[in-house]
């Protein structure tokens, strides 16, 4: 499956923005989102089933961001609200090839190309 994320950009501090994720086919079990901020590792973010279950959000964005699909566009949404400087990150979705709730990146495959998300204070 390939995959297609878009919506990323700059917004400052307390702003939103939705990100997209394309998917050429639903052959996986759902999407992800994960981030990698320089010099850190790959984060979870959230993720969620074609069923529009299975999903789960980090603890850093509960609350804040919003994971949603659309089965007929195969496209799933990161809708990221009050955005916090400690958010900026290149954000990459992925194929989950799992069932269940998924939030770790062995659990993934088939990743897009990543978005840059850039909150300034």
């Known amino acids: 499956v390939q995959l297609q994320a878009s919506g990323g950009g700059l917004v400052q501090a307390g702003g939103s923005l939705r990100l997209s994720c394309a998917a050429s086919?639903?052959?996986?079990?759902?999407l992800g989102w994960f981030r990698r901020a320089p010099g850190k590792e790959r984060e979870f973010v959230a993720t969620i089933g074609w069923s529009g279950g299975a999903i789960s959000y980090s603890s850093s964005v509960k609350g804040r961001f919003t994971v949603s699909m659309d089965y007929a566009k195969r496209t799933v949404y990161l809708q990221m609200n009050s955005l916090k400087p400690e958010d900026t990150a290149v954000y990459y979705c992925?194929?989950?090839?799992?069932?269940?709730?998924?939030?770790?990146?062995?659990?993934?495959?088939?990743w897009g190309q990543g978005t840059q998300v850039t909150v300034s204070s």
């Open positions: 992925a194929a989950k090839r799992v069932i269940s709730i998924a939030t770790r990146p062995e659990e993934y495959d088939s």
């Open positions: 086919e639903r052959t996986s079990f759902g």
